[in-house]
């Protein structure tokens, strides 16, 4: 039985398609492709067969026509019993590739909600686009089996029948790995992992580290993850600014498996997302990840994180833009000394509950279902 996953704007190495969904299901036995567009060629890594549509055009207009085509004709020629979409703009594709085999959509993102914080959509037109394609997505979701990434989306999709939630959990196993071979670093560092961006903590997260430098608290930050030209620019320019320019390293993207091992020096991990639609009703994949590397964790106090902070002693909530809050929250656990281990194995404990583990059995059986499905 063969399953093509295709995506036009992830990378093939990306967390939750390849790293789980695709790793998983070879796992349970299944012929698995993935269709990506990178320009880096076709290969097989772990027994995934990875199929390259070109490299990503220059210009969204152009990735979300001539570049979803290209995608499309390379998951026809894979030949597969079940296609698996993740990106909005191949749903378009929907009809045609239901035509060659079954098809299930994976809901990364509440697109609609998504798109009313889009930074490169005007603001006068961002609800306006949201309910527009609310209204195009319905349509085009019609009798389509989806898979959502949180559980929050079933308020707004209520009327998607055939559905599984499956939660973007870390591979726990491998991060216990990682964190037991791993030695923390001699000063207190904090660590940051994923897009780096102001709606996502960045510039907040510089003023509380400049409060924390004119308190003469000793720090280090690892910032890890992509960040447009611009904004890595203005970051570097206000560290230089704060004086704390050699206290602060910018990886830009890393693997994650790497990234992680980076991660796992730290003491404290960061998830400061500022307030937007789309991220309130999310858990911010990085935090289980922390957890499962046993570091504390500094997130945003939105309700959903504030009921996972009361269960568990490690996670620290803080308004998403208050910077002498975030100050105050990391000079907390930098002075926790011997507490700070107990939070660490409490952090290890929690993680078995928040395990992709768990979600590959309800993936499997999801996939399994709609194939048998006649």
């Known amino acids: 039985m063969i399953i093509t996953h295709l995506t036009s ?8 398609i390849f790293l789980k969904e695709c790793r998983s299901l070879a796992e349970a036995g299944f012929e698995v492709n993935l269709v990506v567009a990178d320009g880096l060629g076709d290969t097989t890594i772990n027994g995934i067969r990875i199929l390259d549509a070109g490299a990503k055009p ?21 030949r597969a019993d079940l296609f698996v979409i993740h990106d909005p703009e191949l749903l378009t594709m929907a009809p045609f590739l239901k035509r060659h085999g079954k098809l299930i959509f994976d809901m990364h993102e509440n697109t609609p909600k998504q798109l009313e914080s889009k930074e490169w959509i005007p603001g006068v037109l961002r ?66 992992i994923g897009e780096v961006a102001e709606k996502r903590g960045s510039v907040n997260t510089l003023k509380a580290l400049k409060i924390l430098a004119d308190r003469k608290l000793p720090f280090f930050f690892e910032c ?10 203005t970051l570097r320019s206000l560290a230089k600014d704060y004086g704390i320019e050699d206290l602060i390293r910018f990886r830009g993207y890393m693997p994650n498996e790497q990234g992680l091992k980076t991660i796992a020096e730290c003491h404290a991990g960061l ?31 939105f309700p959903l994180y504030r009921r996972l902070a009361r269960e568990n002693q490690f996670i620290f909530t803080v308004p998403p833009d208050d ?32 395990s992709w583990a768990e979600e590959e059995k309800k993936l499997i059986a999801f996939v399994r279902e709609i194939i048998d499905t006649a």
């Open 271 to 301: 998830s400061v997302l500022r307030y937007a639609p789309n991220f309130t009703g999310s858990y911010p994949t990085k935090l289980f990840e922390y957890m499962a590397l046993g570091i504390p964790a500094v997130v945003s106090d």
């Open 127 to 192: 609800k306006p686009a949201a309910r527009a394609f609310k209204l195009l997505e319905r349509f085009l979701l019609r009798g389509l089996p989806v898979v959502f990434a949180e559980k929050s989306y079933h308020e707004d999709y209520s009327w998607i029948k055939k559905n599984a939630t499956i939660l973007n959990m870390p591979r726990v196993e491998n991060l216990r790995n990682v964190a037991e071979k791993t030695l923390k670093r001699d000063v207190f560092t904090l660590g940051y």
């Open 323 to 354: 910077p002498l809050a975030l100050a105050d929250a990391l000079q907390k656990i930098m002075t926790l000394g011997v507490r700070r281990e107990d939070l660490q194995k409490a952090a290890e404990l929690a993680a078995k509950k928040y």
């Open 224 to 233: 890890i993850g992509h960040a447009e030209p611009a904004h890595e620019h």
């Open 58 to 78: 220059g210009t969204r207009f152009k990735r979300m026509t001539s570049g979803v085509w290209h995608v499309l004709k390379k998951a026809l020629d894979s």
């Open 9 to 16: 704007v992830h990378r093939r190495n990306d967390n939750r």
